[in-house]
């Protein structure tokens, strides 16, 4: 007798919902546990190291941002398609993901090492720290293209239910990263000392070893069997046209809004000191540690809601939107609450002297903030992108943005207030993006041509 096939029908009790999200979240926080180490072992280096860290970062991120744009669009296309039951096109999906992705990444290495040392002089980067940062990205860079194709394979995974193999992933990818890190910048197991330049090898070459590990975890599932999935590697120009469709709004949106944080960091490093700018790079560190748990829900609600549009459920999603928030903003309050009463704990983790924790203390307080309310704009923004109308979430976000750039500009460049002031740039961000996401699935005209037509 042979066994019974895999359903792919989502469920939406709060345990599945749990289940579902948890393992994208310890997914997602591992990297991030060591981005936050990497940029301590960068601190011990210098303040310079750190505040360069920061924008170096937040560059790479900008490209990074593309990437999971279109791996959104493809997570949205393969739930719906595991909805409707149609097994066969949720690989054919991500096989034509995978083949644009990777001309994306090509392409963006190739400009990259052609104009980073001008951009970061035309950003205002000294010359010592262009030539260093410039450099550094000359490396990290290539890490794009292992990036990519492991953001797809791991939605391919999300898509099918199976989130629990992320963890695996991630824990062999952050771990080979993290011994790397600390190997190459200081120079130990009989490896050379590379300093700044060591946590770009490092990063690269665990991405590479988490593209491997996906491809091998994916290969050893044997869909073929166990989801009646039959991988096919035809390439048609309709698939491609629809996962580029899909795909560009949010790539741009998510490029845009990158972008702009980047220009926050450029801003950042005109108008405030090396350790201003190196309070901001613990800041980003923070909101990404913090973040893993809202996108980990943001995933699973475009996961879930894709799914259930698949089934023909979608009067079910406001439902299913308030009960994943509350789940989202009710775990991010424990954090945002220990961070509060303990903030030297995590200051305290860049090494770095002086006042830095005193003065990273009133930052801390108004990023911890924008936590929460991160928590309920990415569940409402990702239940837009689990409607397919992607270009909605673009002038979203287009607005989100718009409101940000003109905050950051006045308060940091004109008037030139404090650091923490600058950071409440996030409430604005996310508070639009959340109010225009809701205006949208509340009045809006979703509903009709919910059909994803690759004709």
């Not at 980073?116 to 205002?124: D, E, L, S, T, W």
């Not at 262009?130 to 450099?135: E, K, L, R, V």
């Not at 008037?415 to 509340?442: D, F, G």
């Amino acid at each position: 007798m042979s066994a019974p096939i895999t359903s792919l029908k989502a469920k939406t009790s709060v345990k599945s919902i749990i289940l579902l999200t948890l393992p994208i979240s310890m997914a997602k926080l591992i990297p991030e546990l060591n981005y936050l180490i990497n940029a301590a072992f960068l601190g011990h280096i210098g303040s310079k190291e750190l505040a360069l860290a920061g924008i170096t970062g937040v560059y790479y991120l900008i490209f990074s941002a593309i990437g999971y744009g279109l791996n959104n669009a493809l997570l949205s296309i393969m739930s719906r398609r595991a909805g409707e039951d149609h097994r066969n096109e949720i690989f054919s999906t991500l096989w034509h993901g995978l083949i644009l992705g990777v001309g994306l990444a090509i392409l963006f290495v190739g400009t990259t090492w052609l104009w980073v040392h001008p951009v970061m002089i035309f950003a205002g980067v000294e010359e010592g720290g262009a030539a260093m940062a410039g450099d550094f990205l000359n490396i990290r860079i290539t890490g794009l293209i292992f990036l990519y194709c492991l953001q797809m394979q791991n939605a391919f995974l999300i898509s099918l239910g199976q989130t629990r193999f992320l963890i695996i992933i991630a824990i062999i990818q952050s771990g080979i990263n993290l011994i790397l890190d600390y190997s190459l910048i200081f120079g130990h197991f009989g490896l050379p000392e590379l300093g700044f330049n060591g946590a770009a090898y490092a990063s690269v070459i665990s991405e590479l070893i988490g593209m491997l590990t996906v491809m091998v975890i994916i290969w050893m599932m044997d869909i073929r069997k166990k989801y009646d999935i039959v991988p096919t590697f035809n390439v048609t120009l309709r698939t491609i046209r629809l996962v580029f469709t899909q795909g560009f709004p949010l790539m741009s949106q998510l490029a845009i809004s990158t972008g702009a944080w980047w220009v926050f960091f450029i801003l950042v490093s005109r108008n405030y000191t090396y350790e201003e700018q190196a309070i901001s790079q613990t800041m980003r560190n923070l909101f990404g540690l913090g973040g893993v748990f809202s996108w980990a829900f943001g995933s699973s609600a475009n996961t879930i809601l894709s799914n259930l549009i698949g089934q023909g459920r979608q009067e079910e999603i406001f439902a299913i939107i308030r009960k994943m928030t509350l789940l989202s903003v009710g775990g991010m309050s424990i954090l945002v609450i220990l961070l509060n009463i303990f903030p030297e704990i995590f200051l305290g983790v860049f090494g770095q002297k002086g006042d830095f924790v005193a003065a990273g203390t009133y930052t801390l307080r108004i990023v911890s903030a924008a936590m929460i309310i991160l928590c309920v704009g990415v569940i409402w923004l990702n239940a837009v992108v689990a409607t397919g109308k992607t270009k909605v979430v673009f002038w979203i976000e287009f607005w989100g943005i718009t409101a940000y750039l003109v905050y950051v500009w006045v308060v940091i460049e004109i008037l030139q207030l404090s650091l923490e002031i600058a950071w409440m740039s996030e409430w604005i961000y996310w508070v639009v993006l959340y109010l225009l996401s809701y205006l949208y699935l509340k009045y809006g005209k979703w509903r009709h041509g919910l059909m994803y037509d690759a004709s």
